[in-house]
């Protein structure tokens, strides 16, 4: 055969050979750690791109995350320490089997980008009623819940200052925040206030720290020697606590606006951000549920911060309380936001801003929320409703009949997804029955 007229020259088969050993070194260096690949702490903490996993998957983890993990210890309180650990893993796997449906029927319609879409395409026009005034009585219930908690912490930052009289200051406390929170409530959309969840999100961090550290605290053990600890109490408590913890995982409403920018869209990616959210969200919420009941047991108040600490943490804890009241003043205007497009949808048909609105919304938010709050000193109440129905038809009952229209063709996984749905939604009304009865005092 002819040489070839140039050296650089190379037959195709040579080449074939050539990219085959190319790609064999490119990932055996890759394995050997000499390639780009990133390694473990890169892809922990390296810079988080807006649309990546981690990015997504952190954000989902913020939406679940708020003031209302201020009373999961409580929960131990209502039912014992084995009951209430359990709702906690019964709570983590729930959501996980919700997210399962909500991806498999959005995976079979081809995927969306707004869970109003996915709720339309999957369901029907009634099913979409249901879920946004679901999600009216949902968003209204959780910003009379940051005005409780509130009120509740600076109450119990007078009780550690010995202020004389502090439960008659109770109701400026609550103007207070409403005089705060109205002008925030009357732009069209403040972008910026977004970020102060960070607020929140740290102060809730630096509880837990402090929870841990009150948790092996002689101090601490001394002040509530006389508390027992309780490991099975079954009564009418277990739906007051169920509420309270499934309301703790409530956030597959926004599970769409955490992947927005996500890259890959698949089923996997989906799964994997669902799934590693919810454990996150896990093991923050037993940090905070042990460290929190072991060391007041049967004495914790239905707020942690709220209870009596020793002198050396009376400074540690009101820097919590204060941290967390300004990351909630700042939520009120930020979840109010879409609180006034829904209710402009509803009513009105038509979601365009105006100043007249505005005004008339947040002065009728502002008004009857400050009622509220005065009728409702209690947020274990609060929780039960808010957990008991709006969390149940929003992650559970719009899902599963989303799944069943889909999914008609797998018979036993919609059967066993129906009688699963049965029974949270039976627990459900169980904890709005139990949060009703405590309000009206029977």
């Not at 070194?25 to 750690?33: D, E, K, M």
Request: net charge positive; charged share 15%.
């Amino acid at each position: 055969r002819r040489p070839p007229r140039s050296t650089h020259c190379i037959s195709s088969a040579a080449s074939d050979v050539y990219k085959r050993q190319l790609s064999f070194l490119v990932v055996l260096s890759v394995h050997l750690g000499t390639g780009e690949r990133p390694t473990c702490l890169q892809r922990c903490f390296g810079p988080l791109k807006t649309e990546s996993v981690r990015a997504a998957m952190l954000a989902l983890s913020v939406t679940a995350i708020g003031g209302g993990v201020l009373s999961l210890p409580y929960v131990c309180r209502l039912c014992g320490l084995i009951v209430g650990l359990t709702l906690l893993i019964l709570g983590y796997g729930a959501t996980l089997w919700s997210f399962s449906m909500i991806i498999s029927a959005d995976m079979k319609t081809g995927g969306h980008y707004e869970f109003k879409n996915y709720c339309l395409s999957c369901t029907n026009t009634k099913v979409l009623r249901v879920f946004e005034l679901t999600t009216i009585f949902y968003l209204y219930g959780s910003l009379v819940g940051y005005q409780i908690i509130i009120s509740n912490l600076i109450q119990a930052a007078m009780r550690m200052l010995n202020v004389q009289g502090h439960e008659d200051y109770r109701l400026y406390h609550i103007l207070a925040v409403s005089v705060i929170t109205f002008p925030l409530c009357l732009p069209e959309g403040v972008s910026k206030l977004r970020y102060a969840t960070f607020i929140t999100i740290g102060a809730i961090c630096y509880t837990a720290i402090l929870l841990v550290v009150q948790a092996f605290s002689p101090s601490m053990r001394e002040l509530y020697k006389d508390a027992k600890l309780e490991l099975f109490k079954l009564d009418w408590g277990i739906f007051n606590a169920f509420g309270i913890t499934f309301f703790a995982f409530t956030c597959q409403a926004g599970f769409y606006s955490a992947i927005e920018k996500l890259k890959k869209r698949d089923e996997g990616h989906k799964t994997k951000i669902a799934f590693r959210s919810c454990s996150i969200n896990l093991v923050f919420y037993l940090i905070i549920i042990l460290s929190g009941y072991l060391s007041s047991y049967d004495q914790t108040p239905d707020i942690i911060l709220s209870r009596p600490v020793p002198s050396q943490f009376k400074i540690p804890v009101m820097i919590a309380q204060i941290l967390i009241s300004c990351g909630l003043c700042i939520g009120i205007p930020v979840n109010f936001f879409p609180l006034r497009k829904a209710i402009f949808n509803q009513v009105l048909g038509d979601t365009t801003y105006s100043c007249k609105r505005a005004i008339i919304t947040a002065v009728i938010f502002s008004v009857s929320s400050c009622l509220l709050v005065i009728v409702l000193p209690n947020i274990n109440s609060v929780l039960s409703i808010l957990g008991g129905f709006g969390c149940v038809v929003i992650c559970f009952v719009v899902p599963m009949v989303a799944y069943i229209n889909v999914l008609t063709e797998r018979t036993v996984q919609v059967i066993v997804s129906f009688i699963l749905c049965s029974i949270v939604v039976g627990m459900g009304m169980g904890s709005c029955i139990s949060g009703v009865y405590k309000i009206i005092g029977i």
